[in-house]
Every structure is written in structure tokens, then in C-alpha cells.
């Protein structure tokens, strides 16, 4: 910032300078790279000319992104014996504008022996995940515990949906018997839930 730029209120993009170290603290929204203090997010600058600190309050809402620990919903890609492709539409009860790609292994499925990926989610299925690493920029997810796995499904030989059975999961069409790791949520509109809730 130059010297007559120096005011509460100015709007700045991320990596605006806004001052040196030897001059203001760097406050929220900045970061100080090689003694110069830039903006972080995209806001509207704050200094405290007292206290001698620089800050930005951002105007723009921060993107939802999977942390770990997060409750993703996703709807599997691409199955494979060993691992599926999850793409993340969902993180808790917000949907997102875009999506993340997440990576479900046999090994983050249960807490017991699983031989097979396809007994536990098939392609085109919508499963509820736990974010467990974001390691490298990719989100690893895990099945394992007992409130999450698959919450809707289609059948694999005709595309109707399954619907719990005596046999696991039942198609009323083809009478079809799948295998899934199924949520307590299976079955569950969780869209219209969403929805009801709102009103």
C-alpha cells in the first residue's frame, strides 16, 4: 500500500501488499512473505493504527473444501476390486457448487475382513464417507465405522432401485440380490430431509 493508500476500507485480492513488518502486524487475512505483509483472501482492509496491525475481513465466503474428520456423501465413479472413486457432492449437510474427488480403499471399508470392493459399493452408488487424510491434495475416505457406507443403490443388472430384503439388497424388478455396506440412513430421501429441514 503507499503512503496515501494508508485507510481503513480499501478492497484487495489475495497477495495484495498492504505493508512491512517493520511498519504494522500482520493481522487476520494476511500472511508476511520476506518482511512484506500481503492480503490472504479477498476482503476489504482494517488497520489499527494503535495497535499498529493490518488486517483484511474477507467479502467473499470462504469455499467449503473436505477436512478431515468431515461426513462427505458422494456417489461412486468408478469401482474396482481393490478401491473405488468417490466424487464428493456434499460436506455435513452442505452441498457444494463443485465436487472433490475422493479415494475409498478395502482397507478404510470395516472394521472387519473385506476379499472384495464390489460386496461393499458398486458403480453409481451414493455412500456417506469419513474424510481420514488429505494427504498429497487427495481426500482418502473410510466406510468403517457404523453410521456410514452406501445409502442408496442401484440395481447392476437392471438399474432399478434395491430396497433391503431378506437376501440383503433386493431389486422388485429383476429380483436381483446384491451385497452392499449399507448406512442406517439406506433408503432415506436425504434431500428431501435437507429440504424439510430448511422450511
Known amino acids: ?16 501488499q498492504l505493508g512491512v513488518i517493520e511498519e504494522f502486524t500482520s493481522g487476520s487475512g494476511t500472511y508476511v512473505e520476506d518482511g512484506t505483509i500481503h492480503s490472504q483472501v479477498t476482503g476489504c482492509t482494517l488497520l489499527d493504527m494503535l495497535n499498529r496491525q493490518v488486517s483484511v475481513y474477507p467479502i467473499v465466503p470462504k469455499a467449503t473444501v473436505p477436512q478431515v474428520g468431515n461426513i462427505v456423501t458422494g456417489i461412486a465413479l468408478d469401482v474396482r476390486s481393490k478401491n473405488a472413486v468417490v466424487r464428493i ?3 455435513g449437510d452442505k452441498k457444494l457448487s463443485g465436487f472433490f474427488t475422493g479415494m ?7 472394521h472387519g475382513f473385506v ?10 452408488d451414493i455412500i456417506k464417507a469419513k474424510v481420514i487424510s488429505t494427504k498429497n491434495r487427495s481426500f482418502f ?6 453410521d456410514l457406507g452406501v445409502v442408496h443403490a442401484l440395481c447392476s443388472i437392471c438399474g432399478n432401485e ?3 430384503g431378506n437376501r440383503g439388497l433386493e ?3 429383476c429380483g436381483n440380490s446384491e451385497r452392499r455396506k449399507r448406512s442406517p440412513d439406506f433408503g432415506k430421501d436425504i434431500t428431501r430431509e435437507e429440504k ?4
Open 1 to 16: 500500500m503507499k503512503e496515501n493508500e494508508r485507510k481503513s476500507g480499501l478492497f484487495v485480492v489475495p497477495g495484495d
Open 89 to 91: 457432492f456434499q460436506v
Open 104 to 110: 475409498l480403499h478395502i482397507s478404510g471399508v470395516s
Open 115 to 124: 476379499d472384495n470392493m464390489y460386496n461393499v459399493v458398486k458403480t453409481g
Open 141 to 146: 475416505l473410510s466406510t468403517a465405522e457404523n
Open 162 to 164: 434395491l430396497k433391503p
Open 171 to 173: 431389486c422388485s424388478n
Open 196 to 199: 424439510q429441514d430448511e422450511s
